[in-house]
């Protein structure tokens, strides 16, 4: 059954048209009777309240459908920065993706985003160029930004026919036939007639251009041009298959979904490019306790292996675990177990996800994905399946907060269920956090920017009736070394009696930029016995989170383990795992503690006639102003800022631009902070 299953996502910068392109999907495949339309707040993969206010995506909605034969699931993605989490988690368990890009806005910000996520996972892809009905539609303009920016083999295989108001079909170059679609049934009717003889001359160029793409990976193609030989339709679309799935090619198709034209193509190019679960190599995970590599192969009769990459919480079911099965198969009433936690789990249900409706199903094999009910300590990236094949698949990975704002509830017999509401957003949205200030018993939220954060703010007030009152945004900074340190740290306590006495080296090191925190034993086990390495391991690795000087959580630095004495009378884990949290404290003293703010990359889109006084805007917060680029009709400021510079830059640049221009924000790198 898998060879006829696609799983997708749909993924674009915000605005490019990914949800109304889903609706059409639905639509067409007869999943939906009728077309839910974003503007008026009906789509149907947008089904939270908030989404449909705010017209935009925030959770990866999961459904699936079927196009001649095959079961697509698609997994609708938000194009908005903050929601980068929910696109990465979307990614990791995808096979193939549809990358959709206005005819106008071309390549974006976000766009640009998610691009590099998909290579990071190896997704196969085809482009969709929407939106050629709006003025200023620029088809190979796309083309080219994809092929420049992206640094992607773009091939078109479909041309549009006119553009802006006279946008009126597409030419298929592989069949080399143009095609309509009827207005009178919503564009389910596609009708084919010969190239109109205006389009005659650009469509042999550009199909000449197609062929040359795919010859130079075919012997057999290039045989047959050189011959003058006609090249069969099905040796086209076996080598652009071939060819999708290396990701040497990116096949593009055009539309405008939003006139109903040109998705028919698309579901098609998933179906005849886009990979089956069993067409992709071998999944690398690790053993859990040796770390040695493990083959997961994508077979259903193998050993269970799933991953779990989505927590919904619901109020009647509990937790509803999005799952994608790699190996082996789940089934309804089994017990499975959860490598990541070391504990066993039981399916009680399993459901297949219609946007926000369900269907329950028996079980699910390699290469589903689906909905788990009943697993209470998963969390997102957890590895689940047979206890006999211990495997650990490389978990995701999520960005850090860089905002955070003070919540508190309005009288004191809420805030425990403020607690357990901000437990169960945790568990959801692995880029949310929230802590209790041990000074001030303030609850902190933190989370990916302003609108991250007023989005699960709305959600605890409106969805769990929790009535709080939020501080003002603040900035989440971070902390590093400045400098090589050792420090010999000795730690003796009497409790109860007995005593607790642990001694050791250790050394810290500051490291590059992004390389993360490392910590290393480089003691054998007869100087200290393995379960006191374990415990200093801890004591370090716990210390990460609370900081040096100022209390922020620390970064990029590499910790070794250098020396350590220990007696058999007075050693305890307790005494090492507090002597390694209080050397990593006073050796990072001793190194020099350096404060790091978030700078954010801040991309702004205005008419020519505001750009002089953005750009002034920009620099005089602090920002850097990289690039300038002329789009038709705007200007593109691409610079870099401080986070704690920018907040309320919106409402800035609305006043500056009179409402006509818009901005990106997402997360660069940290610097170290110069101005406290």
């Known amino acids: 059954m898998t060879e006829k299953t696609r799983n997708i996502g749909i993924m674009a910068h915000i605005d490019a048209g990914k949800t109304t392109t889903t609706e059409r999907i639905l639509y067409y495949t007869g999943?939906?009777?009728?077309?839910?339309?974003?503007?008026?707040?009906?789509?149907?993969?947008?089904?939270?309240?908030?989404?449909?206010?705010?017209?935009?995506?925030?959770?990866?909605?999961?459904?699936?459908?079927?196009?001649?034969?095959?079961?697509?699931?698609?997994?609708?993605?938000?194009?908005?920065?903050?929601?980068?989490?929910?696109?990465?988690?979307?990614?990791?368990?995808?096979?193939?993706?549809?990358?959709?890009?206005?005819?106008?806005?071309?390549?974006?910000?976000?766009?640009?985003?998610?691009?590099?996520?998909?290579?990071?996972?190896?997704?196969?892809?085809?482009a969709y160029v929407n939106k050629m009905d709006r003025i200023g539609a620029d088809f190979?303009?796309?083309?080219?930004?994809?092929?420049?920016?992206?640094?992607?083999?773009?091939?078109?295989?479909?041309?549009?026919?006119?553009?802006?108001?006279?946008?009126?079909?597409?030419?298929?170059l592989i069949s080399m036939k143009e095609l309509h679609w009827a207005a009178s049934d919503s564009g389910r009717t596609v009708t084919e007639y010969p190239i109109r003889a205006e389009m005659q001359q650009i469509a042999e160029e550009h199909r000449e251009k197609l062929l040359d793409a795919v010859s130079s990976w075919s012997d057999e193609i290039t045989e047959l041009i050189l011959g003058d030989a006609p090249v069969p339709e099905d040796l086209i679309h076996q080598v652009l298959r071939e060819q999708t799935l290396a990701r040497t090619i990116v096949p593009v198709f055009v539309g405008a979904s939003l006139k109903n034209i040109g998705v028919q193509s698309v579901l098609d190019g998933v179906v005849r490019y886009l990979p089956t679960p069993e067409e992709l190599p071998p999944i690398l995970g690790n053993h859990p306790k040796k770390g040695t590599p493990q083959e997961v192969h994508r077979t259903e009769d193998g050993?269970?292996?799933?991953?779990?990459?989505?927590?919904?919480?619901?109020?009647?079911?509990?937790?509803?675990?999005?799952?994608?099965?790699?190996?082996?198969f789940l089934k309804s009433g089994v017990a499975v177990f959860n490598h990541n936690q070391g504990k066993r789990e039981r399916v009680n249900r399993i459901f297949r996800?219609?946007?926000?409706?369900?269907?329950?199903?028996?079980?699910?094999?390699?290469?589903?994905?689906?909905?788990?009910?009943?697993?209470?300590?998963?969390?997102?990236?957890?590895?689940?399946?047979?206890?006999?094949?211990p495997v650990v698949l490389e978990r995701m990975h999520?960005?850090?907060?860089?905002?955070?704002?003070?919540?508190?509830?309005?009288?004191?017999?809420?805030?425990?269920?403020?607690?357990?509401?901000?437990?169960?957003?945790?568990?959801?949205?692995?880029?949310?956090l929230w802590k209790e200030d041990s000074d001030t018993g303030e609850l902190i939220i933190s989370g990916m920017g302003e609108l991250h954060l007023d989005v699960l703010v709305t959600r605890i007030i409106d969805d769990y009736n929790v009535h709080a009152k939020v501080g003002n945004p603040q900035v989440t900074y971070?902390?590093?070394?400045?400098?090589?340190a050792e420090h010999r740290e000795i730690f003796h306590k009497v409790l109860a009696g007995k005593e607790n006495h642990a001694e050791l080296v250790l050394r810290v090191t500051p490291r590059k930029r992004g390389e993360g925190n490392h910590y290393e034993n480089l003691l054998a086990t007869e100087k200290l016995p393995e379960q006191f390495a374990q415990a200093v391991r801890r004591g370090v690795t716990g210390a990460f989170?609370?900081?040096?000087?100022?209390?922020?959580?620390?970064?990029?630095?590499?910790?070794?383990?250098?020396?350590?004495?220990?007696?058999?009378?007075?050693?305890?884990?307790?005494?090492?795992?507090?002597?390694?949290?209080?050397?990593?404290?006073?050796?990072?003293?001793?190194?020099?503690?350096a404060l790091l703010e978030p700078v954010m990359k801040v991309t702004v889109l205005v008419p020519n006639e505001f750009m002089g006084e953005v750009i002034n805007g920009i620099t005089s917060r602090g920002g850097v102003v990289h690039a300038v680029e002329s789009r038709p009709g705007v200007e593109q400021i691409i610079a870099e800022a401080p986070l704690k510079k920018m907040f309320g830059y919106s409402t800035s640049l609305r006043s500056a631009t009179q409402g006509r221009g818009n901005y990106a924000m997402e997360f660069s790198h940290f610097a170290q902070d110069t101005g406290r």
């Open 398 to 432: 999520f960005p850090e907060p860089v905002i955070s704002v003070a919540i508190e509830p309005r009288t004191m017999s809420e805030r425990e269920r403020l607690k357990e509401v901000l437990q169960l957003l945790t568990r959801e949205d692995p880029t949310f």
């Open 303 to 328: 050993q269970t292996v799933a991953m779990v990459f989505k927590i919904q919480a619901d109020r009647e079911a509990g937790s509803l675990c999005f799952v994608r099965v790699y190996q082996g």
């Open 31 to 126: 999943k939906s009777h009728r077309m839910g339309e974003v503007d008026d707040g009906a789509a149907t993969m947008d089904w939270m309240v908030q989404e449909q206010n705010r017209g935009i995506t925030i959770t990866s909605a999961a459904t699936t459908t079927y196009w001649k034969d095959h079961r697509i699931n698609i997994i609708d993605t938000p194009g908005h920065v903050d929601f980068t989490a929910e696109v990465e988690r979307s990614l990791r368990v995808l096979d193939g993706a549809v990358a959709i890009f206005c005819a106008v806005g071309g390549v974006e910000p976000q766009s640009e985003t998610v691009w590099r996520q998909a290579n990071t996972y190896d997704v196969p892809r085809i």
């Open 478 to 484: 971070r902390e590093t070394v400045l400098s090589t």
């Open 353 to 389: 996800m219609h946007a926000n409706r369900t269907e329950q199903v028996d079980r699910l094999v390699s290469g589903e994905i689906g909905v788990v009910v009943g697993f209470k300590l998963a969390q997102t990236g957890d590895t689940i399946g047979s206890e006999g094949f």
């Open 545 to 593: 989170a609370s900081g040096i000087s100022w209390g922020y959580p620390t970064i990029d630095i590499g910790v070794e383990l250098i020396d350590a004495t220990w007696s058999e009378l007075t050693a305890t884990e307790f005494a090492y795992e507090a002597c390694g949290a209080m050397a990593f404290d006073n050796t990072c003293r001793a190194a020099g503690a």
């Open 140 to 172: 190979f303009a796309v083309v080219r930004e994809i092929r420049d920016k992206l640094k992607a083999n773009a091939v078109p295989v479909a041309l549009p026919v006119g553009r802006e108001n006279t946008f009126a079909g597409t030419i298929d």
